[in-house]
């Protein structure tokens, strides 16, 4: 099995992944539905052996300690990818996510207006939410790129692994990959604050620990823009505030309704036309009174004030799926799949005002 051809194969087919599992033909993932290549199917010896032949000693020596591994992949003249390689039943096998080396803009993405000005902020906490695959590291990617060409500032980054590379344009960009250049997101973010930064992108936010130090540093005037693997606003919101013990969560409610900017919760559908996907999403914006419904643990009513904040920036993800249904963008199935609240959205359908 050659790999590097496997990889090139993802690229030309516009892939989003690209999985090796033993017993089954190299598997792409294209525009969500999983597509069986013509190859054979792998053997567990083809598989450890091509796999291995990407990792270094140090790596060899990591995933057989650990049984997991990340990191980023670049070869010559090709994209770059996120891998995970992992074991299954004694096997070796990985997980290839095609990483662009464009970064598309806003517009390109189809991204709520009001995402522009989230990155425009001086500072304060943006959040970026959505299950994996969601694009939300896309997302992230555009913000900082719109950043770096329009403000002269020190843009911090911590990934696992490092996706995007971004180059120095007005903005001063430095990348940081958790395990290759710092132990963790913890610790690299407690140093961050020593570094200068003025922007500080958290590639993901997994610990007490890491949103303690993100919410301490959007308090201290630095724009922190991170992620979550929540589905909306409201459980966002939950998420962070249940991950500290209960005599601190009083204390966190107060520095998140201080510091938070807004939140954007995204997923991908198939276009209609079956070609490509299109996102779906949800926006939070940090109004005097949202940050009061989270002063006063009054999370539940959430979702009426995105309801009723279309005039700053927000909606609910039935108002996206209701729009790009109506636009012709996505199929009616596809939409009221994902649809939280089925009567409010035939609502929404048949009401022509909104």
Do not use: W
């Not at 250049?181 to 936010?205: N, W, Y």
């Amino acid at each position: 099995m050659e790999l590097q051809e496997l990889l090139k194969l993802a690229i030309q087919s516009k892939a989003s992944d690209l999985h090796l599992t033993e017993d089954s033909p190299p598997v792409l993932r294209i525009d969500g539905r999983l597509v069986f290549t013509d190859h054979k199917p792998l053997t567990k010896e083809e598989l450890k052996k091509s796999i291995y032949g990407l990792l270094s000693d140090a790596q060899k020596e990591k995933f057989e300690s650990d049984l997991e591994l990340d990191f980023s992949l670049a070869l010559e003249d090709m994209e770059r990818f996120r891998v995970n390689v992992h074991m299954q039943r004694g096997s070796v096998e990985a997980a290839f996510r095609r990483i662009p080396i464009y970064i598309p803009n806003m517009d390109e993405l189809g991204l709520p207006p009001i995402i522009t000005e989230f990155a425009r902020k001086p500072s304060g906490l943006v959040l970026i939410t959505g299950p994996t695959g969601s694009g939300k590291t896309t997302t992230l990617a555009s913000m900082i790129n719109l950043i770096n060409e329009e403000r002269a500032c020190m843009i911090m980054l911590i990934e696992d692994p490092i996706e995007y590379v971004h180059v120095n344009k007005k903005s001063v960009i430095k990348q940081r990959e958790v395990f290759s250049d710092t132990h963790g997101f913890s610790e690299a973010l407690k140093r961050c604050l020593r570094q200068d930064p003025d922007v500080i992108v958290v590639g993901e936010m997994r610990d007490l620990e890491t949103i303690a130090t993100a919410l301490t540093a959007a308090e201290t005037g630095h724009l922190v823009l991170a992620t979550l693997h929540t589905p909306d606003a409201a459980q966002t919101i939950e998420r962070i505030i249940d991950v500290f013990p209960s005599h601190q969560q009083q204390q966190v409610r107060l520095q998140l309704s201080a510091s938070l900017q807004g939140v954007v919760s995204q997923t991908l559908l198939p276009r209609a036309s079956g070609e490509g996907r299109v996102m779906a999403s949800e926006v939070l914006v940090a109004t005097p009174a949202v940050r009061n419904l989270i002063r006063e643990q009054a999370i539940e009513q959430m979702p009426t004030s995105i309801q009723t904040g279309i005039q700053y920036g927000m909606h609910t993800m039935d108002m996206s799926l209701k729009i790009l249904y109506e636009e012709g963008l996505i199929t009616y199935e596809d939409a009221y799949a994902q649809v939280k609240n089925h009567e409010e959205f035939q609502q929404l359908l048949n009401d022509k005002d909104y």
